[in-house]
């Protein structure tokens, strides 16, 4: 099987942005994505399974990010703690591309539910990472940490306004996880 190009795919997923932030997610069509980009159907095909993927995927290098990302925490941070910086972390290392994607979801809400399914990978290797990372936490207490971290972006993102930049989702993230941590979220 031939190596697929991460330049390729990065060329497709830009063109395929650009267009859907110009025009409208149901505006574009592949073939609009292909003359943009200069490449074949087969090529187009060859990289994404349709037009969701190519604003969705996660960018060929995100398995390294992640795991320079997870790497960094230090031993013995609570796990909590560890997914909040690890959101912050990510969020800021492709802020220009969630930039772009939120702009293209906005205008077409019904995406929102695509790009919480095709972020699963980087929530699968989180949760790979805090399950070998030596603390005395349940699978149900690891599931439990990671899919409250996962809420809290999943809900601040539509309510994000790209305008503020990546510190305006960052601002929302650390508000998500104060108001988990606060005596009215457990007592109310």
């Not at 929102?112 to 149900?140: E, I």
């Not at 809420?151 to 988990?180: C, K, M, Q, S, Y």
Request: aromatic share 8%; glycine share 6%.
């Amino acid at each position: 099987m031939r190596q697929r190009s991460p330049e390729t795919w990065r060329l497709i997923r830009d063109s395929a942005v650009d267009l859907m932030a110009e025009r409208g997610f149901d505006a574009v069509s592949v073939d609009d994505i292909v003359t943009s980009a200069g490449i074949s159907r087969r090529t187009y095909f060859n990289y994404f399974a349709g037009k969701e993927s190519v604003l969705f995927d996660p960018d060929p290098d995100d398995p390294r990010l992640w795991a320079e990302l997870t790497a960094a925490r230090p031993p013995g941070e609570p796990l909590w703690t560890a997914l909040h910086q690890l959101i912050l972390g990510y969020t800021a290392a492709t802020a220009d591309r969630m930039i772009r994607q939120q702009r293209v979801v906005g205008a077409s809400p019904e995406l929102s539910a695509c790009s919480r399914d095709t972020c699963d990978r980087f929530w699968d290797a989180v949760r790979d990472w805090a399950a070998h990372r030596g603390t005395a936490a349940t699978d149900l207490q690891l599931d439990l940490q990671i899919n409250t971290a996962r809420t809290v972006l999943n809900t601040v993102a539509p309510r994000w306004d790209t305008h503020t930049g990546i510190a305006g989702l960052h601002r929302l993230i650390d508000e998500g996880f104060t108001l988990l941590q606060s005596p009215e979220w457990t007592t109310s």
